[in-house]
């Protein structure tokens, strides 16, 4: 953290470096203009421009499309709080008495593809159902615990039809996928659970591609989905459905899906992880993920 000279009005202002920021959040920038602060945690605040785009900074070690971390310690809750305002620019996050600057060494995170075995598809069902007799004492009055616990107690003699029935608030139309819009905005916070089942599922079909082959009736739902999420939850969740569509997602998250299509990783860790991923969105996100694989 150093102090820097600034030239609009103030002698100077905190300045702190930015480590690493994600490939989503490149569009941000370039829009540059004004920007409010949407969100403050204890790690972090969120931030979201006109066009209704969310950034996320932060002192967390994990990388994300949408997040900047910070070279330094940063206690959030004292520097602002919900409401307060910024202005973007292409290299930097301007406050009133501090900002945050992005310099040559700041670093781009965009999360490697995920490869499935195009030959067979059962391992990786295999170690999430696996997965799922780990997490579900984490998860007791989850929303979908009770899908969870129909597929640990029953999987794989349970019907897919039957299963599909335990996710709550959807809509009609498996084949086309309709039933995902009536997880908008389902359940509470800056990303409701029914946005995390669809970022896992979105995430999970973008590398499912190959024996799900994109259509042009997928493709133009997705965009509907889009759209409708811009309108119906909350701006952090519709920016996360939207990085998901493309294959990207906190890298949590992408461990996880990792290790369900190649075993790599060590199981407690990828746990350890995907707990860690908010009160609940870890799981939310993973339950997703593991409809998309059980539509196979």
Same mark, same amino acid.
């Given at each position: 953290?150093?102090?820097?000279?600034?030239?609009?009005?103030?002698?100077?202002?905190?300045?702190?470096?930015?480590?690493?920021?994600?490939?989503?959040?490149?569009?941000?920038?370039?829009?540059?203009?004004?920007?409010?602060?949407?969100?403050?945690?204890?790690?972090?605040?969120?931030?979201?421009?006109?066009?209704?785009?969310?950034?996320?900074?932060?002192?967390?070690?994990?990388?994300?499309?949408?997040?900047?971390?910070?070279?330094?310690?940063?206690?959030?809750?004292?520097?602002?709080?919900?409401?307060?305002?910024?202005?973007?620019?292409?290299?930097?996050?301007?406050?009133?008495?501090?900002?945050?600057?992005?310099?040559?060494?700041?670093?781009?995170?965009?999360?490697?593809?995920?490869?499935?075995?195009? @030959?067979?598809?059962?391992? !990786?069902?295999?170690?999430?159902?696996?997965?799922?007799? %780990? $997490? =579900?004492?984490?998860?007791?009055? +989850?929303?979908?615990?009770?899908?969870?616990?129909?597929?640990?107690?029953?999987?794989?003699?349970?019907?897919?039809?039957?299963?599909?029935?335990?996710?709550?608030?959807?809509?009609?139309?498996?084949?086309?996928?309709?039933?995902?819009?009536?997880?908008?905005?389902?359940?509470?916070?800056?990303?409701?659970?029914?946005?995390?089942?669809?970022?896992?599922?979105?995430?999970?079909?973008?590398?499912?591609?190959?024996?799900?082959?994109?259509?042009?009736?997928?493709?133009?739902?997705?965009? @509907?989905?889009?759209?409708? !999420?811009?309108?119906?939850?909350?701006?952090?969740?519709? %920016? $996360? =459905?939207?990085?998901?569509?493309? +294959?990207?997602?906190?890298?949590?998250?992408?461990?996880?899906?990792?290790?369900?299509?190649?075993?790599?990783?060590?199981?407690?860790?990828?746990?350890?992880?995907?707990?860690?991923?908010?009160?609940?969105?870890?799981?939310?996100?993973?339950?997703?993920?593991?409809?998309?694989?059980?539509?196979?």
């Amino acid at each position: 953290m150093t102090k820097v000279n600034y030239p609009n009005g103030k002698t100077e202002i905190v300045s702190f470096k930015v480590k690493c920021l994600g490939d989503c959040v490149l569009s941000v920038l370039k829009e540059e203009g004004d920007a409010v602060v949407l969100g403050v945690t204890s790690k972090g605040l969120f931030l979201q421009n006109q066009s209704q785009q969310v950034c996320f900074v932060s002192q967390d070690v994990f990388n994300g499309p949408i997040t900047i971390n910070l070279h330094d310690k940063v206690n959030f809750k004292a520097l602002t709080e919900v409401g307060d305002l910024c202005v973007i620019l292409k290299d930097r996050i301007v406050f009133t008495d501090f900002q945050f600057v992005i310099h040559q060494r700041s670093s781009i995170f965009s999360p490697p593809p995920i490869q499935f075995n195009m @030959e067979d598809i059962s391992p !990786a069902i295999e170690r999430s159902v696996d997965f799922v007799t %780990t $997490l =579900i004492g984490e998860y007791e009055d +989850g929303v979908f615990s009770p899908f969870l616990r129909k597929i640990v107690a029953d999987y794989p003699q349970v019907e897919k039809e039957e299963l599909l029935a335990l996710i709550p608030n959807m809509g009609d139309g498996f084949k086309r996928f309709e039933w995902l819009t009536g997880l908008l905005g389902y359940g509470r916070g800056l990303t409701p659970s029914g946005d995390d089942f669809i970022c896992g599922f979105l995430l999970a079909k973008h590398y499912l591609n190959p024996f799900l082959p994109v259509t042009v009736e997928y493709d133009a739902y997705v965009d @509907e989905l889009k759209t409708l !999420a811009a309108q119906k939850t909350t701006a952090l969740s519709a %920016t $996360l =459905i939207a990085c998901a569509s493309l +294959g990207k997602a906190d890298e949590r998250i992408m461990h996880t899906l990792d290790w369900i299509a190649s075993g790599n990783g060590e199981l407690l860790k990828i746990k350890e992880e995907l707990l860690s991923y908010g009160s609940s969105s870890g799981i939310d996100t993973f339950a997703g993920m593991l409809v998309a694989l059980l539509m196979l």
